[in-house]
């Protein structure tokens, strides 16, 4: 195997978004993501500060997102959404362009839009992932959204939210790690659902995945390691 457990684990970002999961399936997924010690859980804003508590002490981070899912909120709104998440324990933040001003081609608005969440982000020690949702966008804007990303200092950039269809195609993936500096990762989301999966997206170049599956993908790799189930 050319892989360890913790380098499959930690590309991992066990992600608790879905609306209608309830206060007791977002605990057990908290409690899944430790036991499995994932990078992080993405999980709802309102949900963030109990995460990070059982999370504590833990090398998994506890995130969230920002502008979820469509990203049209205004830029005041965000700001205010990622002071709460960062108040709340939020070590990464999952943060959706403006995909209407990116299909405008207002990038001044985008870059606007987005850098004072990364200056505030990194001015308390955390980090920001920033999210395209590439289905909407033509490979020149996916392009100059990478750039801006650089040059604003984003820390990932990722494929979309797993909302919007298409999820993160090999082509996507390639593109953004082609035209994003070396300091930025990239984030593959929507449709990772197996450890060939993402052994594939990781042989590209993605350091970080976004996944429902992950206890599927890690038990697998535990047993191609010969590594013993996680106990309950």
Partial sequence: MDFAYADIAKMIDH?????????????????????????????????????????????????????????????????????????????????VVNISKVRSGDWAYVRADLHPIIALAHGRGQKVKVIFENCFLSDEQKIRLCEICGDIGADWVKTSTGYGGGGATDDDLRLMRKHSPPSVQVKAAGGVRTLDRLLEVRALGVSRVGATRTADILDEARRRL???????
């Fill in 226 to 232: 010969g590594i013993g189930p996680i106990k309950a």
């Fill in 15 to 95: 992600s608790l978004l879905t609306p209608t999961l309830t206060d007791a399936e977002l605990e057990a997924g908290c409690r899944l993501a430790l036991a499995y010690d994932v990078a992080s859980v993405c999980i709802v804003p309102y949900y963030l500060r109990r995460c990070a508590e059982i999370l504590r002490g833990s090398t998994v981070k506890a995130s969230t997102t920002i502008g979820f899912p469509h990203g049209g909120h205004t830029s005041a709104v965000k700001l205010a959404e990622a002071r709460q998440a960062l108040d709340d324990g939020g070590e990464e933040l999952d943060t």
